[in-house]
């Protein structure tokens, strides 16, 4: 079993910065991928951004590419990602989640193990 736990979430203004971190535990595997997910009240579950297994590739949703970066430090099992030139529309839980197979997907679906998630709001 993998526990996630995201942390780094908070209030911030237009423009403002925050840095997400989800540290993994348990069971980890040297084949996962690690994703980025939000949403928003009211809304679906949307992807943000995956990195895969070992880091060779990442892939970011259109609406926050040039502005995130999703980055992992192996030896502290911890994913993070910077979310810069933060927009209202921003706002959301975020959680991270860990896929095993290592499809790199933008589906939710695809993802065995989530975080409790970590609010975002960015205030206009």
């Known amino acids: 079993q993998v526990q996630l736990v995201e942390s780094g979430g908070g209030l911030v203004q237009t423009g403002g910065s925050l840095r997400l971190s989800c540290a993994a535990s348990g069971r980890t595997f040297s084949n996962t991928a690690m994703g980025w997910f939000r949403q928003a009240p009211g809304k679906e579950r949307e992807f943000v951004t995956v990195?895969?297994?070992?880091?060779?590739?990442?892939s970011y949703a259109k609406s926050v590419k040039g502005r995130f970066a999703i980055s992992e430090d192996n030896a502290k099992n911890t994913v993070y990602l910077q979310m810069n030139r933060l927009k209202p529309e921003d706002t959301a839980v975020y959680y991270c989640a860990a896929d095993p197979e290592n499809s790199i997907s933008t589906n939710y679906r695809e993802y065995d193990y989530w975080g409790q998630g970590t609010q975002v709001t960015v205030s206009s």
């Open positions: 990195i895969s297994a070992k880091g060779f590739t990442t």
